[in-house]
């Protein structure tokens, strides 16, 4: 923190009103150091012209009071706020809702203190500071971001504390800043476990709520997984009840794509209900699930779902679905039958629109495709011959696949032999059809790695994955991933285990880089029990603690008298403890109490009532051998009591005083 003696104070400023005090210099520096950690969280999701601007105004400012010179003239200040306002207006293209609200709050927060002077612009200058640190929770609520915003409270408290003792030194403020918050802490626990919990996020407001989620889509074109598949961020945490399935198990089924035309796969039409248009049977996996809010109402779950809870929805794809896009962290527990047959009876016109294709694209797989047809006994067969040309064509894995014209699949196969899954889900689905099998592409995440800390099995988007399905008599929709015939170590080993030899792994996957993997292991952890614990305390996490607690079924009227008799005794507590705080860490209090406890052993206690210097002439009387002694020390505490303020060297020269007092 900044002290005062970094600045020189201000000089030549009027106040602006009758007894309001002019911007002292260390103020200006807590004021200052709370409004640059209020915005740090900010600086990352604004606008790069607002972020900008921001900082801009907060430098002006520090080098105002740096240099002792007055405030800019309040025209200029004017002009900027109208400018500012005229940008978000432009940049988002209205007022109304969080992103240009929180970008115009963060102007504002420098605006202001470009002209702040006086005790009630300081004032204004903090709570701005705290709009601005519950703003941060709008977009980002992890546990970075809270701590930070705990130590920007922190600092504000401290700008507040400067107001009303300005000779109070930084330690001191933050001292009794920290004490300020844990007071604070019982409401806050108390309103969080009790106040009823309201389902979606409070800031989900029209047009901009959800904007910047990213993950799968409901198409696939040649480098949209790929892409993704650089990112390392988390797509969805799993933890099972038992034994994970194995990793050839661990296929989390995203869009299920139908529709081709030559360059691009889109999903097609599907119907939904609410039970599996399917018999579950195989073994049986128990998990919860955790997503990240990817604003789509695909739950990602892992193949088959079943005995799902209520709102969840099967489509004929055996896609599990939200009645609601996904818009904040969601957790589920879900069940599922990897071994399921699926698909025996299926209708005609879903084989159909397996089997279209667009017409006069990609001869040459064409041709490959009737040449297998031709020679085949059954379908199957068909399936065993394509599969025996992918793997003898010795396509190549890779995170860099070349760029193709038109004939996208012709140039994979016969040009580049070099691409993602999605170019050899692609391919195959395409020779499939070809043949006259019906196929279609499934695309969602496959595999997971289990953190060894809190054993949750981390799915991440480089996790992102497309496989294919063909429909075969009397076997129903098999799951067929043709990456595995040019990389079989994607399956079980993750993209690490798959890529070619020499070709650059993402950073956390290198193997020089173990050890940042364990202190990521650790992190998420800590972040997972986060996610878990608080944000995800939902109404219906609510409702099973009351109901544990004999609480579940009580009405609005009965909570609202809970939770006044509660704040009401937590005041209390609260009031009673800081008063006998305050009067235990007063050292002349303590100081007095010592010399009162010494002269009560000897017979001479304190009446209640009896004051510092009546006490004196008393035990001078008493004890005349030391009664220039006692005089001194009750004089010394009388003055220093009620004549303030006492100074740490006048406390300690009375302690001393004391401790040598030799009575006999």
């Not at 879900?334 to 025996?344: F, N, Q």
Request: glycine letters at 8%; hydrophobic letters at 45%.
């Amino acid at each position: 923190m900044p002290g005062p003696a970094m600045f020189r104070r201000r000089s030549g400023t009027a106040p602006h009103a009758t007894g309001a005090a002019t911007l002292q210099a260390d103020q200006g520096a807590w004021l200052l150091s709370a409004a640059a950690l209020t915005l740090a969280p900010h600086l990352l999701t604004l606008p790069l012209w607002v972020s900008a601007l921001s900082v801009l105004l907060l430098g002006w400012r520090a080098s105002l009071l740096w240099q002792g010179r007055r405030t800019p003239n309040t025209y200029l200040i004017v002009l900027i706020a109208i400018g500012a306002g005229i940008g978000v207006r432009v940049a988002f293209g209205h007022f109304f809702g969080k992103d240009p609200g929180l970008a115009f709050l963060a102007l504002l927060l420098g605006l202001k203190l470009l002209e702040t002077s006086t005790m009630r612009d300081i004032r204004a200058v903090i709570l701005l500071c705290f709009f601005l640190q519950l703003g941060v929770f709008f977009d980002n609520q992890s546990l970075p971001v809270a701590a930070l915003t705990l130590g920007a409270s922190l600092l504000s408290i401290g700008a507040l504390l400067s107001l009303s003792d300005p000779a109070a030194g930084t330690r001191e403020r933050l001292r009794t800043s920290a004490l300020l918050l844990a007071q604070g802490l019982p409401f806050m626990l108390m309103l969080f476990v009790l106040f009823p919990r309201i389902e979606g996020p409070l800031w989900g407001l029209p047009a901009d709520a959800h904007s910047g989620m990213s993950g799968l889509s409901d198409t696939m074109a040649p480098g949209s997984i790929s892409n993704l598949s650089l990112s390392e961020a988390i797509a969805f945490r799993a933890e099972f009840s038992g034994t994970p399935p194995r990793p050839a198990q661990r296929y989390w089924r995203g869009p299920v794509l139908s529709e081709f035309d030559g360059s691009t796969w889109r999903a097609a039409r599907q119907f939904e209900g609410e039970r599996a248009p399917y018999a579950p049977s195989g073994p049986r996996f128990e998990y919860r699930i955790t997503l990240e809010a990817h604003n789509q109402r695909w739950l990602l779950a892992l193949d088959y779902p079943a005995d799902a809870p209520e709102g969840v929805r099967y489509t004929t794809t055996f896609q599990a679905l939200s009645t609601q896009p996904l818009r904040s962290r969601t957790r589920l527990d879900l069940v599922a039958y990897p071994e399921t047959v699926v698909g025996l009876d299926e209708t005609a016109p879903v084989l159909d629109a397996a089997l279209r294709l667009p017409p006069d694209s990609n001869p040459r797989t064409r041709a490959l495709a009737r040449e297998l047809a031709a020679g085949s006994a059954s379908p199957a067969h068909t399936l065993a011959r394509t599969l025996d040309r992918m793997r003898a064509i010795d396509l190549t894995y890779t995170l860099r696949p070349p760029l193709t014209g038109g004939n996208g699949v012709d140039a994979f196969l016969f040009e580049t032999r070099r691409g993602f899954c999605e170019h050899f889900a692609s391919a195959f689905v395409f020779m499939m059809r070809a043949a006259g099998v019906p196929a279609r592409v499934v695309t969602g995440y496959q595999g997971g790695e289990i953190n060894p800390v809190d054993g949750s099995m981390i799915v991440r988007q480089s996790d992102a994955h497309a496989w294919a399905e063909v429909w075969l008599p009397q076997r129903g929709w098999i799951r067929i991933d043709p990456t595995a015939l040019a990389a079989p170590g994607r399956i079980e080993s993750g993209l690490a285990g798959a890529l070619p030899a020499g070709e650059a792994l993402p950073l956390f996957m290198r193997p020089q880089f173990s050890w940042l993997r364990d202190l990521r292991f650790r992190w998420e952890a800590v972040s997972n029990s986060w996610n878990q614990w608080v944000l995800g305390y939902n109404s219906e996490r609510q409702r099973e603690f009351l109901s544990r607690l004999g609480l579940g079924e009580l009405g609005w009227s009965t909570w609202i008298g809970i939770l006044g008799v509660a704040a009401a005794s937590l005041m209390g507590l609260l009031f009673a403890w800081a008063l006998r705080q305050a009067q235990a860490s007063d050292p002349l209090d303590r100081a007095w109490a010592n010399f009162s406890a010494r002269l009560a052993r000897h017979g001479l206690s304190r009446h209640p009532a009896e004051g510092p210097l009546d006490y004196g002439r008393r035990l001078a009387q008493a004890l005349p051998g030391h009664a220039a002694e006692i005089t001194d020390i009750t004089t010394r505490y009388a003055n220093l009591r009620y004549r303030p303020p006492a100074t740490p060297e006048a406390v300690r020269e009375l302690k001393r005083r004391i401790r040598t007092l030799k009575l006999t």
